[in-house]
């Protein structure tokens, strides 16, 4: 999957891209865990959410893919994030 093919309130299956920017951890007034993003591919940019223990699993460049997350609209901008029963992992770099 592409960034340029989501859409608000779709699954999103393996979407492969490279995080470009990432916030620092803060918390929501609950005390939850959460650190946004940007992730690009060559289609386009969209926003991440990382929740839990996702916070600080990952850093600027590197590769994700995102296995059965979710897309929605938050302040009129497309978000993605893996939901609670989702996946993020580190695509493994290549060897020369």
Request: proline share 3%.
């Amino acid at each position: 999957m592409k960034i340029s093919e989501l859409e608000q309130n779709t699954k999103v299956i393996n979407l492969v891209a490279i995080i470009n920017k990432i916030d620092d951890a803060t918390e929501t007034p609950n005390g939850i865990k959460f650190q946004e993003g940007i992730l690009e591919d060559d289609s386009g940019q969209v926003k991440i959410t990382f929740w839990g223990d996702q916070v600080n699993k990952f850093k600027e460049g590197d590769k994700i893919i995102l296995n059965t997350g979710w897309c929605k609209s938050f302040e009129d901008d497309l978000q993605v994030s893996s939901g609670k029963f989702g996946k993020i992992n580190l695509v493994p770099k290549e060897k020369p």
